[in-house]
């Protein structure tokens, strides 16, 4: 993979778009269970808020086919909801479900949000590990312009706790050319995210209350689980274990 890809590629991948599409479907109805911490994130929050100051902001950016704000609305319908992402056809989805309307969709690209645009949360569900860290560093400090000051911005992505920093390019039949993912350890993104302006981060790796078991065959790339001998359940996506964590910031 080219030393200049950069994320905004997989907006015209149609394979990966179709692909991550079809995954996102089979969640619309049944909520993820990383979703599931993620939106318990944001009610801890929620619950905090003065409604007389009015209602509370959120950007979900990288929204896809919008399953979170989906969920959101339904559990959580004081919130104002905006979702944005780069891939048009995603966005036609998302305006096109019913389920979906009150909610404001925008073509909106994470390393150039609108500054000052006050948003008390804004989410971002595995979208950065296609970043290598100029892009990463660039998205932190767009987001962070974007909150209001004390808002808190919520991620779910690669994060891990050992002195490691990895970059895979995963080359299978859906990605011949390589599907970037990037490791980063915590110490790492720490530095990164203080730079940015954010403050009170905090890491929370990500536990697999349930098994997922095997699917279809070895050529099938879908999270499965591995018990740990201490009972955790491991999350795997062919050979690769995925060290998924949530991770909150607030803005300074």
């Known amino acids: 993979m080219s030393d200049s890809f950069s994320y905004q590629g997989y907006v015209v991948d149609k394979a990966f778009l179709d692909e991550y599409n079809a995954y996102q479907a089979k969640y619309a109805g049944q909520m993820r269970e990383s979703d599931k911490v993620l939106v318990g994130l944001v009610r801890?929050?929620?619950?905090?808020?003065?409604?007389?100051?009015?209602?509370?902001?959120?950007?979900?950016?990288?929204?896809?086919?919008?399953?979170?704000?989906?969920?959101?609305?339904?559990?959580?319908?004081?919130?104002?909801?905006?979702?944005?992402?780069?891939?048009?056809?995603?966005?036609?989805?998302?305006?096109?479900?019913?389920?979906l309307e009150g909610v404001t969709f925008e073509v909106l690209d994470m390393l150039n949000l609108a500054e000052d645009a006050g948003y008390d949360i804004i989410t971002i569900n595995a979208v950065l590990y296609m970043m290598e860290d100029p892009q990463?560093?660039?998205?932190?400090?767009?987001?962070?312009?974007s909150l209001k000051p004390g808002g808190t911005m919520i991620v779910f992505d690669f994060f891990h706790p050992f002195p490691q920093d990895l970059h895979i390019s995963e080359k299978s039949s859906s990605h011949p050319e390589g599907l970037r993912l990037r490791f980063r350890p915590m110490a790492l993104v720490e530095p990164m995210l203080?730079?940015?302006?954010?403050?009170?981060?905090?890491?929370?790796?990500?536990?697999?209350?349930?098994?997922?078991?095997?699917?279809?065959?070895?050529?099938?790339?879908?999270?499965?689980?591995?018990?740990?001998?201490?009972?955790?359940?491991?999350?795997?996506?062919?050979?690769?274990?995925?060290?998924?964590?949530?991770?909150?910031?607030?803005?300074?």
Request: charged share 25%; net charge positive; glycine share 8%.
């Open 44 to 99: 801890e929050i929620a619950e905090k808020h003065d409604p007389s100051r009015g209602r509370m902001r959120l950007l979900d950016v990288g929204c896809s086919t919008g399953n979170l704000l989906l969920h959101l609305k339904r559990l959580l319908p004081q919130l104002a909801l905006t979702g944005g992402d780069l891939a048009e056809s995603s966005l036609e989805l998302c305006r096109r479900n019913r389920e």
């Open 136 to 145: 990463f560093e660039m998205a932190l400090r767009s987001i962070a312009g």
């Open 194 to 252: 203080a730079k940015a302006g954010f403050q009170n981060f905090v890491f929370r790796p990500f536990i697999l209350p349930i098994d997922l078991p095997p699917s279809g065959g070895p050529e099938d790339l879908i999270t499965y689980t591995v018990q740990a001998k201490d009972g955790r359940k491991l999350p795997f996506r062919g050979t690769l274990f995925q060290p998924w964590c949530h991770l909150t910031a607030v803005r300074a």
